[in-house]
């Protein structure tokens, strides 16, 4: 109502600017028009001054400068001075001298015009500057009314359970408790328990992250809230922070619930160097309100990223995201029940074995695409049935693109082997704690302690450098495959020497650095020879599984040894 009633009052003065125009272009008008009538004076030749001299029409002559006016009761004429004889008409008629009075009034007449004129062309460019400036006002008004309609933040139904999800029994274990909890919470309050207010899904795009959380929520049969981070990101200050408040006020009214924000790094990227105001003050609000969580609140937010190295450190602190939970690429008995789960309703004689061998590196969404496109592939080719040829056919169609997906042959399945399976044996040996070793994953959990020795750091060097040493030492060659961990191995060394001078003396040289890497190198390559028998166990026993853990590794130094 207040804005028709502004709206209104606009018109009102720009209708009233109009009329002032107009009333000041008819004076001009006017003005130009009495001044062209002023000397509408027909110029007349000696013979026609005489002719009326003669006639005696002459009512009065004017000296007007350099003509003479002769006035006859019809109307006026003029004649230079020099064309007549003044003396006789001077002594006939009556005589008027016009004054420079006269002439300053036709200047200030003129110059009135031209003010008038600039006067008004101002005036139309004021108003047409301001009708533009109300166009854009209105234009931004409406689409920043358009942004603050959020969308209503509705509640989903998840009907996604653990049964439609394969290949994640380890993240399925990690998330049990927190379906119990949004299940009963009541018993988990009266008991004084508290569950994590965040957990913080983390893997590469396309191995289920939105999907587990979404079976998380049918699971445990509650309310459902999904937002992408990007959707939080507005170019008007405010909006964020306000969808944000929205989101946890609707979810905490509909409690137990969960929030699941997509790619939470859009949102909750490190505040710091460039800075984003609006960005800041959304995740400010982000941050508010997790912290504003009561125990008994029944929320549970899970975030998905693939980047947490870009979060903030406040997102990640205890108290917000407590539980993070690391997603890999499927590894091959995963992409078995995952291939499995995509064919079961398919009618198919696929070899499902041999198809998740040569998918290594696939995703969960990958897979599931290779497993439509071969369907459509045995439809166009009017098969009863999709065969093990049809995945064949269309693998390498789903890879184009997609360089970091595709497949290793067998030899670089023997050489990535090598490279994996002497880093979990070195880092079994030197008591470096790791979770999982894969053919394409290495899960080392470097523990956050304040105080780490100097062998430890050490150590976590030898198990970096342990995968080209070894592949060099079997194959006399050097391979790419290690280039991200030679520069891991590099940093911790550059750490070692500079920020912590652990070099002799404390002293910090580019030869500290050369001497503990030759002597990490040294190490290795001695360990691997005593290791070589068990290499071997541990590079067959990846090439089977395309996984190893700790204590398997373990189990495999005990029989050797």
């Not at 504003?292 to 602190?317: C, H, P, Q, W, Y």
């Not at 067998?410 to 704690?433: C, D, H, M, N, P």
């Amino acid at each position: 109502m207040q804005e028709i009633k502004q709206q209104f009052k606009v018109e009102i003065a720009n209708k009233k600017k109009q009329r002032t125009i107009a009333v000041l272009l008819l004076l001009v008008v006017i003005l130009l028009t009495f001044n062209m009538l002023r000397d509408s004076d027909t110029l007349i030749t000696h013979n026609q001054a005489n002719a009326l001299y003669a006639k005696n029409t002459i009512t009065q002559v004017i000296v007007d400068g350099d003509f003479i006016r002769l006035l006859t009761e019809e109307e006026g004429y003029k004649i230079y001075k020099g064309a007549i004889n003044k003396t006789a008409f001077y002594q006939k008629y009556p005589v008027q001298v016009r004054s420079d009075n006269t002439y300053l009034y036709d200047i200030f007449v003129l110059l009135l015009c031209i003010l008038g004129f600039v006067f008004i062309y101002r005036m139309i460019q004021k108003n047409k500057r301001e009708q533009q400036e109300q166009q854009e006002k209105r234009a931004s008004m409406l689409k920043i009314e358009e942004a603050s309609k959020i969308q209503t933040v509705e509640a989903l139904t998840s009907t996604v359970t653990f049964a439609d999800v394969a290949g994640i029994h380890d993240v399925k274990e990690e998330l049990e408790e927190i379906i119990d909890f949004l299940r009963e919470p009541k018993r988990y309050h009266d008991l004084g328990i508290r569950l994590p207010k965040g957990v913080l899904l983390v893997g590469p795009p396309g191995v289920g992250k939105t999907l587990i959380s979404k079976a998380v929520a049918g699971e445990a049969n509650v309310p459902f809230f999904y937002q992408s981070g990007a959707s939080f990101v507005h170019i008007y200050v405010g909006m964020g922070a306000k969808r944000v408040s929205e989101l946890f006020q609707k979810a905490k009214q509909m409690a137990p619930s969960i929030i699941f924000i997509d790619e939470i790094d859009a949102v909750g990227k490190s505040r710091g160097g460039m800075r984003n105001d609006e960005r800041e003050a959304t995740l400010n609000q982000l941050l508010t309100e997790m912290d504003g969580f009561e125990d008994s609140a029944g929320v549970i937010v899970i975030g998905a990223t693939n980047k947490i190295e870009m979060l903030d450190d406040a997102l990640l602190r205890a108290g917000r995201f407590d539980r993070r939970i690391h997603i890999d690429l499927p590894d091959l008995a995963d992409r078995v029940k995952i291939l499995e789960l995509y064919l079961l309703n398919k009618p198919n004689m696929v070899n499902i074995e041999e198809v998740a061998q040569m998918t290594i590196g696939f995703s969960a969404a990958a897979l599931d695409t290779l497993t439509n496109e071969a369907a459509l592939y045995a439809m166009k080719a009017q098969g009863p049935m999709i065969e093990t040829s049809d995945f064949e056919a269309v693998k390498d169609k789903v890879l184009l693109g997609k360089r970091k997906l595709r497949p290793l042959n067998q030899e670089e399945r023997e050489i990535q082997a090598v490279y994996q399976g002497a880093k979990a044996l070195v880092s079994t040996w030197l008591a470096v704690e790791f979770d999982k070793i894969s053919m394409l994953n290495t899960q080392v959990l470097i523990q956050e302690q304040e105080i780490v020795s100097k062998s430890k750091l050490l150590s976590y060097i030898k198990v970096y450098l342990a995968g080209s040493l070894a592949t060099k030492k079997r194959y006399k060659e050097q391979f790419t495959n290690g280039a991200k961990d030679i520069a891991q191995a590099k940093e911790i060394l550059g750490k070692l020497v500079v920020e912590y001078a652990m070099g002799d003396n404390f002293l910090v040289t580019s030869k500290q650095e050369e001497i503990f890497l030759r002597e990490s190198v040294s190490e290795v390559n001695t360990l691997l020879e005593t290791l070589d028998e068990a290499l071997t166990e541990v590079v067959a026993h990846l090439l089977k599984y395309e996984n190893i853990t700790e204590d398997e590794c373990r189990d495999i130094l005990r029989k050797i040894f």
